[in-house]
Nanobody, 125 residues
């Protein structure tokens, strides 16, 4: 698996971060790609995914402050996070799952086969 996340760090509440997922292995436009997160003691949860049909789907609880974007030329998947709160503190993961052309996908962790190592985001009050 060759998914490498970057962009995490520490930020104060109300701040923003932009996470990036780079891969040399996948042609990301041919995969369902997504961002997920896992806080200590909690299950991994989906944030947003983009399918091979170019449809972006956000988890209901993530709509409004998170923006997913895919740059197929640079083969990078970005997640812009705004107005962060301490509840957003977690390890953030990029994931990929092969799908046929023209398919949508869901922000469900169990649907994804390949994962990066994660990047930590810490939001202080």
């Amino acid at each position: 698996v060759q998914l490498v996340e970057s962009g995490g760090g520490s930020v104060q509440a109300g701040g923003s971060l932009r996470l990036s997922c780079a891969t040399s292995r996948y042609v990301i436009s041919r995969y369902c790609m997504g961002w997920f997160r896992q806080a200590p003691g909690k299950q991994r949860e989906g944030i947003a995914v983009i399918g091979t049909d170019d449809t972006t789907t956000y988890a209901d609880s993530m709509k409004g402050r998170f923006t997913l974007s895919r740059d197929s030329n640079r083969n990078i998947l970005d997640l812009q996070m705004d107005n962060l709160t301490p509840a957003d503190t977690a390890m953030y993961y990029c994931a990929a799952d092969y799908q046929t052309s023209g398919s949508s996908c869901r922000p469900h962790p169990h649907d994804f086969a390949d994962w990066g190592q994660g990047t930590q985001v810490t939001v202080s009050s």
